[in-house]
């Protein structure tokens, strides 16, 4: 098999990454980490709320104005959790991820019972917790999605399990197959490889080895190379993404 | 508290106290009845003297008339003892017999009676007597009857004694008591002195066993079992947190000299943002390390034995193979998998995944890179069943690990000589151990001549519930 490093792999890096606007809403009782994580978002284009108790921030996410929730777990006054049951009792579905110091197996597992959407643990990369937040609010509902993923001239039939690209078609392994679904479902997202190794794995510990690179690179091999337009792109210091260069296909929030 | 106080208070006092009322009760109870029975026999056996009596004389007078009577009356009445005796006309005027006066009426009653009378030369003490009255033909009246003294003093001795062993009784109850509290005491007071010298930091201590195998010895010896365990995980703690200390504090020097050395030379951006990213991946290698370390704690202290299911060994297997396969082969590695049919496991999926994946990440790191061989660069991941237990292995033809590092290479942060340049926390098969622990399992470290063979031994579902 040719290695996949002898043509050079496109690179991007973050900020070349076009954004479409969100508002989010932190919940978390240390000031200094939540006055990080509001500029670090208005930096990138988003907007930023923050609330620094359980009680202030259940009141702000009633009004229900925001796209995205991070809710730290240990607040004064409410715990994160209870934040996420008020709002799941009253019918406001918003995504919410949790940020927490508690980060076992059976942490995470009472989380996303808890109602939560996404759980990622203290401390993280930034790069990490903006690729998952823009993922969770960009959330498509779930029963209508499409069959069929097109990015330029790359297609996924998610029924046939058939990807062809300008029209000759490509084998992939299941397992490689499934890791171009996942990218493709969230094309024009940053897509780490925690998210990768959780969601197309289903594991959540974090191998010491660059294992999913790997994979990548196998992948890249076969849908990207003898094409003059490369779709899997590398972001540096953040992950992957599936995107046309011309970034028509970016969808809308 | 006074000693008298405490000694009050204590249980086995208190329970003694008990015993001693129950016991105090019971036989006064038997004392009651003893005397009522005895004196309800004295009383029937009078009864039946008397009727003899009675019988006999009424014989006498039938036979004989009213002189002869009288004069046997007289005869009797003169002896000395218990007996009683009068012959009346029917107007109630005495004809012989030895009783001064009766009761009013008493003439008239018939049937056993007990009566107070008076003897003719005592007049003014009343005394006591059992006797039944008896009409002859032609209105004469016969009294025949027994004193009661004898069955009063009889009565009498038998109260005393009664009253006298009860007082006996509780005052040996209670000396019983004392005795037996003090000696509790003694014992509970010594046990309390230990305790105490080993709260106040001595961890060597252990409670005094007398050597009778009673209960106190049992407690003690249960007691000193764990307080060897305890004293065991102290230890423990104090070796662990100096390897924490080490192995914590050996990166954050370097992290923190790199940032030094970066403001002391650097003289461009280029090199201040060299130094930024160098910093931000040494403090990701502290927070795994920090992370694995949780791990393992959490996985020792079997907390997450509640979110256990049922899976199986070969499925983990195929997909950590799986997942690693394009990583070996970039190293020029060869991955065979071995597995059996399906191996219930009960268990944390994710747990032995991560247990796999660092045992793959190891053999990965440490495989001869100068093949000498096609074996050589072989990874050989297997599933077995064997007599109830699953092995979960990895064999790598590595350099291993000699086997006097075997066992040491499995505690927690050791990091073996001949690994310190490769990177890594040296927690990894600790890491594994502890996960195998946790599912009641063990890690088994063999040679693999050359290389290691890791083997997560875990018990069968099947086997596990029965």
Known sequence: ?253 | MTALGKLVRTTAFKLSFAYLLVFALFAGALLVYFAWTTRALVTSQIAQTVEAEITGLAEQYRQAGIRRLVLIVDTRSRRPGSSLYLVTTATGEALAGNVGSLPPGTLERTGLIEITYHRPDEADESREALVRVFRLENGFRLLVGRDLEERERLHNIITTAGHWSIALVIVLGLAGGFFITRRVLKRVDAMTATTQTIMAGNFGGRLPVAGTGDEFDRLADNLNVMLARIEALMHGLAEVSDNIAHDLKTPLTRLRNHAEEALRTATNEAAYRDALVNTIEESDGLIRTFNALLMIARAESGHTRETFETFDATEIVRDICELYEPLAEENGLRLKVITDTALPVRGNRELVSQALSNLMDNAIKYAVPASTGDNARAITISATGREGKALVSVADSGPGIPAGDRVRATERFVRLESSRTKPGSGLGLSLVAAVARLHDGELQLVDNNPGLVATIVLPLAAHAES
């Open chain 1, 1 to 253: 098999m040719p290695s996949p490093d002898t043509w050079t792999s496109p690179t991007l890096a973050a900020d070349q990454i076009v954004r479409m606007a969100m508002r989010i809403l932190i919940i978390e009782d240390d000031r200094d980490a939540a006055d990080y994580l509001v500029k670090a978002f208005r930096e990138v284009g988003h907007v930023a709320d923050m609330a620094t108790d359980g009680e202030e921030g259940l009141a702000l996410a009633l009004e229900a104005r925001h796209d995205v929730l991070i809710v730290d777990r240990m607040l004064p006054k409410r715990d994160g959790l209870s934040i996420i049951g008020a709002l799941r009792e009253k019918a406001i579905n918003v995504p919410v991820l949790i940020l927490s110091a508690l980060g076992q197996v059976d942490d995470r597992v009472k989380g996303l019972r808890a109602g939560g959407d996404d759980y990622l643990a203290k401390p993280y990369a930034f790069s990490e917790l903006l690729a998952r937040i823009e993922v969770l609010a960009r959330r498509r509902p779930g029963p209508n999605e499409e069959t069929v993923y097109r990015i330029g001239d790359l297609e996924l039939d998610r029924l046939s399990h058939e990807v062809t690209r300008g029209g000759a078609e490509i084998a992939l392994q299941p397992r490689e197959f499934r890791l171009l679904e996942y990218l493709m479902k969230h094309a024009g997202q940053v897509v780490t490889r925690t998210m990768l190794l959780e969601n197309v794995w289903d594991y959540h510990f974090d191998p010491q080895t660059n294992v999913i690179d790997v994979h990548i690179s196998r992948l890249r091999s076969k849908i990207d190379k003898g094409f003059s337009r490369p779709l899997l792109h590398t972001i540096r210091g953040a992950g992957y993404m599936v995107r046309d260069a011309k970034g028509a296909n970016i969808p809308a929030p």
